[in-house]
């Protein structure tokens, strides 16, 4: 005898939803489909001059997992900042506006008020957007970054804490998130790391340095903070590894700009304003490859809105545009121009 089942049958109900559910829920993955909102990293440095790392032709010291990063992801050969001063050059970064557009004109001053950064746009996206480490930024209001403990804050500090504990945390929970890890290393007065370590005699000394005792002592303390980012570079990437995300993660290692030597920081020559960046993205960004689009500052909050799902419209008031279609290869070149200017921080 036949037994017909009526989905008013409650136990069969049961087992057929199941079975739904689990078909309605596997198939994606099966396919390789990957919807998710892609996490965001960035790890900044503080006062790095490109040009020091051997990823950018540095020929001084050994930095490991910078050069690992550098090989999984996207290097950029011509990015910029316009203005080689922390405050400017962060505020750029965050609300993709030029200083004078946002109001932070000069070193230790404010973002006018009302303006948007990226904590406001990606929140917006469901995102949580927190910071770890050196701010330099203000007000507020334009900056209402969940901050996270354990990272040294302080750029002039004898040390360069990094305890990443509460930035794992942060990572491991389960909404998306954005997390700037701003370290504060190699600024000066250069007082971490092992400086005895490296040749003094046989440093090669950039072009615009006049060699001297003074200058050869002060360039080995600054290389031996590089090499302190560097090993912390890698103990965050280990912690983002831990949180099993590193695979929807995007990851933008930037060296904002150049150290505070002659025709460096506080200048408008190449070493002052050109900043280094790499960014990896596993699945989109091709690893070990390198790029010669112009890009600045401004432009990476709205590639990061558009990374994440969110749409740029005239009404956002960018000085910036998204190079998205760089990062996914599908262009070569973004910006004609760069710009960059240069005022005394008088009025701070």
């Known amino acids: 005898m036949t037994r017909v089942f009526s989905i008013t ?75 080689a001063m922390c405050t400017p050059s962060r505020s750029e970064l965050l609300t993709g506006k030029y200083p004078l557009s946002n109001g932070a004109m000069f070193n230790h001053t404010r973002t006018k008020e009302g303006t948007k950064s990226m904590v406001h746009y990606l929140e917006g996206l469901g995102y949580r957007v927190g910071i770890a480490g050196k701010t330099h930024i203000k007000p507020k209001s334009a900056y209402p970054f969940e901050y996270i403990e354990g990272i040294e804050g ?29 370290l504060t290393s190699p600024h000066a007065p250069w007082t971490v790391g092992e400086p005895e370590k490296i040749d003094l005699e046989g440093l090669v000394l950039p072009p615009n340095m006049a060699d001297t005792k003074i ?45 505070q030597f002659p025709f460096n920081k506080w200048t408008n020559f190449n070493a002052g304003i050109h900043t280094g960046i790499v960014i990896r993205w596993p699945g989109k960004v091709v690893p070990n490859s390198e790029t010669d689009a112009l890009v600045q500052y401004a432009d990476v909050l709205p590639t990061l809105i558009e990374a994440c799902g969110g749409e740029i419209t005239e009404k956002n008031g960018f000085d910036g545009s998204s190079f998205l279609d760089v990062l996914r290869g599908k262009a070569k070149t973004h910006r004609k121009y760069a710009y960059a200017l240069h005022h005394n921080d008088a009025f701070r």
């Open 215 to 259: 200058t050869r002592e002060s360039y080995r303390r600054y290389l031996a903070e590089i090499m302190v980012f560097d090993e912390q570079v890698g103990s965050i990437l280990d912690a983002l590894d831990k949180t099993g995300k590193a695979n929807n993660t995007l990851v933008l290692l930037t060296t904002e700009q150049g150290a």
């Open 154 to 182: 302080s750029a002039v500090a004898k040390t360069a804490g990094c305890n990443l504990s509460e930035v794992e945390k942060f990572m491991a929970k389960v909404a998306p998130f954005c997390l700037i890890t701003a």
């Open 9 to 83: 049958d409650r136990g069969v109900f049961k087992v057929v939803l199941t079975f739904v559910s689990i078909v309605l829920f596997t198939i994606p993955t099966l396919l390789g489909q990957t919807d998710k909102k892609p996490n965001v990293l960035i790890i900044m440095a503080d006062d790095l001059t490109y040009l020091d790392l051997p990823i950018y032709g540095g020929q001084n010291i050994a930095t490991p997992n910078i050069d690992a990063f550098r090989r999984q992801g996207l290097k950029f050969n011509k990015a910029f900042v316009s203005m």
